[in-house]
C-alpha cells in the first residue's frame, strides 16, 4: 500500500514536472510551447505570452521580458522619427547650401591640422563629410529632439500604468521587499555573530550587520569604483593621443591628398573601434571586482545586492561608454585657440573639429559603439552558452543512480526520472547575477537612444533591430542552454526604472547643448537673422571660417615643406577678426551674439520640454483608474470578510460563555 501511494504521487509529481519542465522539445509541455510559440524567430511579430512566462520563469525574469517587449513596441514610432529625419537629410542635401558650398570651395586654403609636418589643404577635401553630415544635421533635427525628449517622458509613463496592470495581474500589489527572505551567503557569513533583529514584517529574528562593518566596506566600494572610473577616462585619453599621432604619422607619409579627403572618416572610425575593445577589456575587469566588493557589503536580501550591484556597475559602464562620445560632443574643438597662439594640454595641440563641425564625427562614434556593442552581446550571447553546454556534456560528472535499492519501483522511478534530471543539471547556471546583463545592456542602448539620439537620428531604428532578435534569442536561450531559474517574486523593475528616469531628464540637457554647441543650426540661425543680406544661409560658410595670416605661425608650427606656393592667408573654422583688423585674432560681435543664442536656445529648449514632461505626467496618472476602483473594491471585501469573521468569531465566544 505504502508503496503504491508514493508511486501514486510520483505520478502526479511527473505529469506537473512534465507540463512545467520537461524538455524544450517534449510535446504539451510549457518548456516546449513557450519554445513553440515565443522563442522561435517565425513568432517576431507576436506578441509575447507573459502569463506563459511569469509561470515558467518566475515573476522576476517576466517582468524583464514583459518590460523589453514594451520597450521595443513604443521603439517603432521613435524609429519612425529618426528614419523621416534620415531620408529627409538623402532626398534635401543636393539642395544644401553649406555642404554645396563646401564641395565647391576648391580655392579655400586650409590652415595645417598639426604642427610642421602637416600641409595646407583644400577646404573642398571635406565635400564627403559634410554631405554625410547634413543627413543627420538638418532642418528637422530640433524638432526630432524635442519629440524625443517627451518620447522617453512618455515611455516611463506609459510603462508605469502597465506595470501597475501586471502587478495587479499577478498578486503582487502591496508587495513589500522586507517580507524577502535573506540570501544564503548573508546568513552563512553571519552564522556565528551575535548581533540580531526582530524582522517587523515577518517577526523572525534575524542576524543583523553592525555599523562598523558596514562602512569600512562602503568606504572601500567607493574608492575602488573612483580608481576605475579614472582608469576608464584615461583610456578615452589614450584614444585622443591615438587620434593625434595617425593624424600626424599620415602627414609625414606625404600624401596629403588623401589624408585630407579621407582622414575625417578613417581616424575616428578606427579611434572608435579601440575605444570600443577598450569598453569591453575594463568591463571584463570591472564585473568581478564589483561582485566582489558587493559581496563584502554583505546585503541582506537579493535584491538588496542586485540593486548595490547595479548602482557599481552601471556607474562605471556608464563613465566607460559615454566618456568618448561627451568628449567629441561637448569639448573637442571648442577651446583650441587659434594658429598663432593654440591652447595646449600637456604641451600637445588639441583636435579640431571639421568645417562641418563635429557632429558627423560623433554620429560615427555612437554607430559603432552602439550598434557594434550589439552585434558583438548577440553573437556572444548564443556562441558561449552552446560551446559551454557542449563542454559540459563532456566533462560533468551528474552522479549515478546506482546506488539506488534494487528493487522494481526504485529502479522504474531512477529509469523515468534519469535522462530530465541529468539533462537539466547539465544546463547552464544564472549564477549570482541572474538578469543584470541583460537589463544592463538594453539600459545602455536606451541611454544611447536618449542622450544622445540628436547625434545619431537612426539610433532607435537599429535599436529597434537589435531589441526583435534579441527578444527571440534571449527567450531561446533562457529555454534551451540555461537551468530554469529559481522564482523571486518582485513587483517591478526595481532600480533599473530610476536609472530610466534619470536618463531621461539628462536627455534634454544633452540634446540642448549638442544642437546648441555641435550642430551648426544656431549659428545658422543667426546669420539668417542678424548678418544675412537677403535673410538666406547664402555666405554662412564664409562666416564660419576666419582668416590666418601665415607670417603670424607660432614659433615651429609652420609647414617645414608645402605643395602650396605663396600661400598668404589660410582658413581656420573660428570666430575672430581677420589679420587685418585693428583687433586682429580677437573675437567679434557675431561671435558673442551665437554664443547668447545657444545659451538662450538652451534655457528654452529644455524649459518648454520640461513644461510638455510635467503636462504629460499630470494627464497620465500611474494607475488606470478602472484598475484603482478594482483595488479599492477587492480591499473593501476583504475588509467586509474580515469583519463578518470576526462577528462569528465573537458570536461563538458568546455562546460558550452563555
Known sequence: MRSDSVLKQFRVFWALKHFFMGEHTTENSLRHQLYVEWAMMSKWIRKQPIDQIKEYLGVKYAFYFTWLGFYTHLLIPAAILGLIVFFYGVFTFPNNRFSSDICNATDTIMCPLCDRTCDYWELSNTCFYARLTYLFDNDLTVIFAFLMSIWATLFLEL?????????????????????????PQYLARLSGSNHTKVNIITGNIEPTVPLWKKIPATLFSISVLLLLIVVAIAAVFG????????????SLTNQSDWMSTYS???????AAIINLVCIQLL???????????????????????DESLTIKIYLFQFVNYYTSIIYIAFLKGKNVGYPAKYLRIFGLRQEECSPGGCLMELSIQLFIIMVGQQALNTV?????????????????????????????????????????WIEDYRLLDWGPRGLFPEYLEMVMQYGFVTLFV?????????????????????AK???KYFRRPIPHR??????????????????????????????????????????????????????????????????????????????TYCRYKDYRNPPWSPQKYERPTFYYEVLVARLTFIVIFQNIVSLVKVAVQWLIPDVPNALSDRIKRESYLTTQMIIKNEAKKAAGIKEKVL
Do not use: C
Open 283 to 305: 568591463n571584463l575587469v570591472y564585473d568581478k571586482v564589483a561582485i566582489y566588493l558587493t559581496e563584502m557589503e554583505l546585503l541582506r536580501t537579493q535584491t538588496e545586492f
Open 454 to 474: 540628436t547625434a545619431f537620428p537612426l539610433g532607435p531604428f537599429f535599436a529597434l533591430l537589435n531589441n526583435v532578435f534579441e527578444m527571440r534569442l534571449d
Open 264 to 270: 575625417n572618416i578613417f581616424i575616428p572610425t578606427t
Open 490 to 567: 518582485v513587483p517591478n523593475i526595481g532600480v533599473w526604472y530610476r536609472v530610466l528616469d534619470i536618463l531621461g531628464k539628462l536627455a534634454v540637457i544633452t540634446n540642448a547643448f549638442i544642437i546648441a554647441f555641435s550642430s551648426n543650426y544656431i549659428p545658422r540661425m543667426v546669420y539668417i537673422s542678424l548678418a544675412s543680406e537677403d535673410n538666406t544661409d547664402k555666405g554662412f560658410l564664409n562666416n564660419t571660417l576666419a582668416y590666418f595670416d601665415t607670417k603670424d605661425f607660432e614659433n615651429g608650427i609652420a609647414p617645414l615643406s608645402s605643395s602650396y606656393t605663396n600661400v
Open 159 to 183: 510603462w508605469k500604468r502597465y506595470s501597475a496592470t501586471i502587478t495587479h495581474r499577478w498578486g503582487l500589489t502591496g508587495f513589500t521587499f522586507e517580507a524577502e527572505h535573506p540570501r
Open 477 to 479: 536561450k533562457f529555454l
Open 380 to 420: 556572444v550571447e548564443m556562441i558561449i552558452p552552446v560551446g559551454l553546454n557542449w563542454f559540459n556534456s563532456l566533462t560533468e560528472n551528474t552522479g549515478r543512480l546506482d546506488t539506488l535499492k534494487s528493487t522494481s519501483e526504485e529502479e522504474d522511478l531512477a529509469t523515468a526520472v534519469k535522462k530530465p
Open 239 to 250: 584614444v585622443v593621443l591615438y587620434r593625434m599621432s595617425v593624424l600626424a604619422s599620415l
